[in-house]
């Protein structure tokens, strides 16, 4: 019967990191993570491992990774748990890391759809985590519904299209809620700093914003664009926002949505340097709840939680329906994020007439 340390000493790491690949792989490199996980795997850990004696599943985890093939935060979030009910059931995990780069993200793509397999062992379903581009989207998410015969399932964070099956924390009701929320406190005209990491997300999130103040005779404006795929200084933020902005502050947004946390509080970190006041001077919204974002901005920020360990065990459940099922059908399941109030929104003051 294969152990831990019998992997580590097979692949001269430490137990402690062959312990944290086994459990979703927080922490180790892309590459150490799938060959440990391949390792475990020929010297039979897995089958020896597995839960009540069930017939083993063995389920290729497609991962969007980051240019430098690094893991986003958000997927390592998943892995923690997905490998938890993986493992309760007895299934392997292989995983399969695509680069969001078309190109190389292609390459890996192409051979997965092709054979179905992972280092030689033909998988039995596919569960993906992260979005494709709309350029890989459309040419292989076809392809892998009719590879696995409809049995795959996808872990996005905006709307499952091309008729997969999938789970999706609900973007726009986050935007829409914030909306409620500034309005709620007398905010009418608000500025907009999204994300173009993640602009699929960030559209989502401002659908919701722009509905609810279009109802409400609101404005969003401006609207700044910024790429935080990079270490984003904050004197960016500053050009933009004085690009933007008229000389007049008593022209500016009352409030400020950003579309990440870290946007946010890099937003809040600008306004101390200007002698600006979060809420007292403008109040300031986001999304995600990232405890390091606060941490910069020296504030607990008011926020959009979304359920992600919900979504991975709503994943796998779907999965394994699907698995289960004779004929496929797509089935997508949308759960609706939570408020977390914070100390960045203040009711608007009235001017003095």
Excluded at 12 to 23: F, G, I, Q
Excluded at 59 to 80: H, K, M, N, S
Excluded at 85 to 92: D, N
Excluded at 154 to 159: F, I, K, Q
Aim: glycine fraction near 8%.
């Amino acid at each position: 019967m294969a152990t831990v340390k019998m992997i580590a000493e097979r692949m001269n790491v430490s137990s402690a990191t062959v312990s944290r690949s086994l459990r979703g792989g927080k922490g180790v490199k892309p590459e150490t993570l799938a060959k440990i996980l391949d390792v475990a795997e020929e010297m039979g850990y897995y089958k020896s491992n597995s839960a009540n004696g069930r017939t083993t599943k063995l389920i290729g985890l497609v991962v969007t990774t980051q240019p430098d093939g690094e893991l986003f935060e958000l997927a390592r979030r998943y892995l923690l748990v997905i490998n938890h009910e993986f493992a309760t059931r007895g299934w392997q995990l292989h995983p399969v890391f695509v680069p969001c780069v078309d190109e190389k993200g292609e390459a890996v793509l192409s051979n997965f759809t092709e054979t179905g397999a992972v280092n030689g062992l033909k998988m039995d379903a596919c569960l993906m985590i992260g979005s494709l581009s709309a350029a890989l989207a459309s040419k292989y998410h076809s392809k892998l519904v009719e590879r696995f015969n409809g049995r795959v399932v996808m872990v996005c964070r905006h709307d499952i299209i091309n008729g997969l099956s999938g789970v999706s924390p609900m973007d726009y009701v986050g935007g829409q809620q914030i909306a409620a929320k500034l309005l709620a406190s007398g905010h009418t005209r608000v500025g907009w700093i999204g994300s173009l990491g993640s602009v699929a997300n960030a559209d989502e999130r401002l659908s919701g914003v722009l509905k609810e103040f279009r109802k409400s005779g609101g404005e969003v404006a401006p609207q700044l664009w910024l790429n935080d795929l990079d270490p984003l200084p904050i004197s960016v933020i500053e050009q933009n926002l004085k690009a933007n902005l008229p000389e007049d502050r008593s022209e500016w947004p009352t409030a400020w949505i950003c579309s990440t946390d870290w946007l946010a509080a890099k937003l809040i970190a600008w306004a101390h340097r200007e002698g600006l006041r979060v809420p007292e001077d403008f109040s300031v919204m986001a999304f995600d709840n990232t405890k390091m974002a606060e941490e910069l901005a020296e504030a607990v920020i008011s926020s959009i939680v979304f359920p992600y360990e919900q979504v991975a065990r709503c994943a796998v459940e779907l999965l394994e329906y699907q698995m289960d099922s004779r004929e496929f059908t797509p089935v997508v399941w949308s759960l609706p994020p939570k408020l977390r109030e914070g100390e960045t929104v203040a009711p608007l003051k009235k001017k003095d007439s």
